[in-house]
């Protein structure tokens, strides 16, 4: 599918979606921000995206090895960004406090939220809904890091751009300046606190 810059926008900012049922999905199969960000993303309901994790409701929770496969099983054309925010596509993120300083690995994974990204705005299963991300940062975010004690802050584990509505000609990651969320490792000590 070519589609202009300008299309892609009018896509991103006129069309944004948000599962009608969310609620729905978590009592029929355990779903949880993992599914309703990949829903979000390709516009479906959470139940019918329940089709690409077959994992749940045995183990209610997604991995980024789970996204991959979620995302492949899908069709979606993807690749892994590292620890940026993509421009279209799916972050995982992780809260972090002194269990990111720790080796056990599932530590740190009992901290991680997944949403879902367009051009700047942010889908959160407990928003319900799409905001930008600086409003995003200020009022889910923070409401993530006051609910997990000893959380200081934020900071992208992994982004997943998804190439399949996005022209060729568009930038990956958004450009956006560090400075407006935590650092990329949360082993920094001078990691920003969200609304600090």
């Known amino acids: 599918m070519d589609m202009s810059l300008d299309q892609v926008s009018e896509v991103v900012f006129d069309d944004l979606f948000a599962p009608p049922d969310v609620e729905t999905a978590f009592l029929k199969f355990g779903a949880n921000c993992g599914p309703a960000a990949f829903a979000a ?50 972050c995982l993120i992780e809260l972090c406090g002194p269990w990111t300083t720790q080796s056990y690995r599932l530590a740190r994974l009992r901290h991680t939220h997944w949403v879902a990204v367009c051009n700047g705005y942010v889908y959160d299963i407990n928003w319900n809904g799409w905001l930008p991300l600086k409003n995003w940062e200020e009022i889910v975010a923070e409401e993530l890091i006051r609910s997990h004690q000893q959380c200081y802050g934020w900071a992208v584990m992994t982004g997943f751009e998804v ?16 400075q407006t969320f935590a650092k990329s490792s949360c082993e920094e000590e001078s990691l920003m606190v969200v609304g600090a």
């Not at 516009?43 to 995302?71: D, G, I, S």
């Not at 190439?163 to 560090?178: C, G, T, V």
């Open 41 to 90: 993303l390709r516009h479906e309901a959470v139940c019918k995206a329940m089709q690409w994790f077959p994992h749940y409701p045995e183990k209610p929770w997604t991995n980024r090895t789970q996204m991959k496969a979620a995302l492949d099983r899908a069709g979606e054309i993807w690749e892994p960004i590292g620890d940026r925010i993509p421009r279209h596509g799916l």
């Open 163 to 178: 190439k399949s509505f996005i022209a060729d000609d568009s930038p990956n990651a958004l450009d956006l300046d560090r």
